[in-house]
């Protein structure tokens, strides 16, 4: 391309990297090209967390597409396990030891090996997700069931995320029968550890919009208009016309001595 673009006169060679400068400008916006908005994940949105089902010899499906996820049923909410987009705290989810999440959980435990999961990236109607190995701490009678999230998410879109057990912390079982879990989790704004999203979040709260810069420029605009108007009417011009009175009555008086 350097020999070609040579050869050429100097305004068609510039015509020519300018186009080729568009051009790969032109692709490079269409691999970074944005979510649409209502893909995007909103603040409070639910997000859906499932696993791969496992049978009693801690067998699964050898390929992601023909393996079989399953979520549970929180009976606290009746609705399946998820985290929220953008809240930090905890999630709370029981679950019967009848349902098949839970012997999921116990055979991840009786094999020691994490339970395969995901969670979907964005709210396209086909996303990509995130793998999730969550290592299950517990027992052959019940599952310990306290665990932390670290969920890392860009412009609507979750970029990384992480789901651990917290040892030595089993939470107690208040109904025979039904195993609690507990999900403490914490959302960053981007792929650093820097920047909570609830601090970015508090942060653009107070960013001042341009039309809202313009309105108090506008007001400012006007109250400085009206201070200076009522300064010059009450002040400035009174003393001006009180000075000019009594230069006019001491000239009349030196006329009238003359």
Request: charged share 20%; proline share 5%.
């Amino acid at each position: 391309m350097k020999l070609i673009i040579g050869r050429l006169p100097a305004s068609l060679a510039v015509a020519v990297a300018v186009a080729l400068l568009a051009a790969a400008a032109g692709v490079s916006a269409r691999k970074q090209q944005p979510l649409p908005a209502h893909d995007e994940y909103k603040l409070n949105d639910e997000i859906q967390i499932e696993c791969i089902q496992t049978n009693d010899a801690g067998g699964r499906a050898s390929t992601e597409k023909s393996a079989k996820y399953l979520t549970p049923t929180c009976m606290e909410t009746r609705k399946p396990l998820h985290v929220v987009y953008g809240y930090d705290g905890p999630i709370q989810c029981s679950v019967s030891n009848d349902d098949p999440f839970h012997r999921t959980m116990q055979h991840s435990i009786a094999f020691d090996t994490p339970m395969q999961c995901r969670i979907a990236r964005n709210k396209m109607a086909s996303p990509k997700h995130l793998l999730l190995p969550v290592r299950v701490e517990g027992n052959s009678k019940r599952v310990a069931g306290s665990f932390n999230a670290v969920l890392h998410a860009q412009n609507g879109n979750l970029i990384a995320a992480a789901v651990y057990p917290v040892a030595d912390h089993a939470l107690p079982q208040a109904v025979a029968g039904v195993s609690t879990i507990q999900i403490w989790q914490k959302w960053y704004d981007g792929a650093g550890l820097s920047t909570l999203m609830a601090t970015r979040r508090h942060e653009d709260e107070f960013i001042i919009q341009p039309i809202v810069a313009l309105m108090f420029c506008v007001l400012t605009a006007c109250v400085v208009y009206v201070a200076g108007r009522v300064y010059v009417e009450s002040s400035v011009i009174p003393r001006a016309v009180q000075r000019h009175l009594a230069e006019n009555d001491a000239v009349s008086e030196s006329k009238k001595s003359q």
